[in-house]
């Protein structure tokens, strides 16, 4: 049985543009990611991800101990 997709939303402490090039290196890492962006325009800095299998403690936790702090929006 195929695992539910599901979509993770996060506002970020991301400042520059280059943190969005460290984001998808650590995404990278994970299989259950199918897709993410960044919406840079917006003053929360949007991280939306696309994926199954994985949580957003998970996901927070690494982008935390990376100096990427991000909160889940319900």
Same mark, same amino acid.
């Given at each position: 049985?195929?695992?539910?997709?599901?979509?993770?939303?996060?506002?970020?402490?991301?400042?520059?543009?280059?943190?969005?090039?460290?984001?998808?290196? $650590?995404? #990278?890492?994970?299989?259950?990611?199918?897709?993410?962006?960044?919406?840079?325009?917006?003053?929360?800095?949007?991280?939306?991800?696309?994926?199954?299998?994985?949580? #957003? $403690?998970?996901?927070?936790?690494?982008?935390?101990?990376?100096?990427?702090? #991000?909160?889940?929006?319900?």
């Amino acid at each position: 049985m195929k695992k539910e997709n599901k979509i993770l939303i996060f506002r970020t402490s991301i400042t520059q543009r280059r943190d969005i090039k460290r984001i998808g290196e $650590l995404l #990278a890492e994970f299989p259950q990611i199918d897709k993410w962006n960044v919406d840079f325009e917006d003053w929360e800095k949007i991280l939306r991800i696309e994926c199954r299998d994985i949580s #957003a $403690l998970e996901i927070s936790e690494v982008l935390r101990n990376n100096h990427i702090f #991000a909160t889940e929006l319900e």
